[in-house]
């Protein structure tokens, strides 16, 4: 829910997408930002801005 997801701003977390965004289909990161539908991951190449709609999970990643 769009709760859990802005409690969980600032945690590692790991997001699966329903069909690949450029060549990728998760992206694992800091959560930084969910506003507007959009949700907002960095990782060591960038932020990827993720629109809700394209997420099929979204989950926090307590180890590697």
Same mark, same amino acid.
């Given at each position: ?11 590692? /977390? ?8 450029? @060549?990728?289909?998760?992206?694992? @990161?800091?959560? =930084?930002?969910? #506003?507007? @539908?959009? /949700? /907002?991951?960095?990782?060591?190449? @960038?932020?990827?801005?993720? #629109?809700?709609? #394209? /997420?099929?999970?979204? =989950? ?5």
């Amino acid at each position: 829910t769009d709760e859990h997801i802005l409690a969980s701003i600032g945690e590692r /977390v790991e997001a699966k997408l329903f069909a690949p965004k450029d @060549g990728v289909k998760a992206v694992t @990161g800091a959560l =930084r930002s969910y #506003e507007n @539908g959009v /949700v /907002v991951i960095t990782d060591d190449s @960038g932020d990827h801005s993720l #629109e809700r709609s #394209e /997420v099929s999970k979204l =989950r926090t990643v307590y180890f590697d």
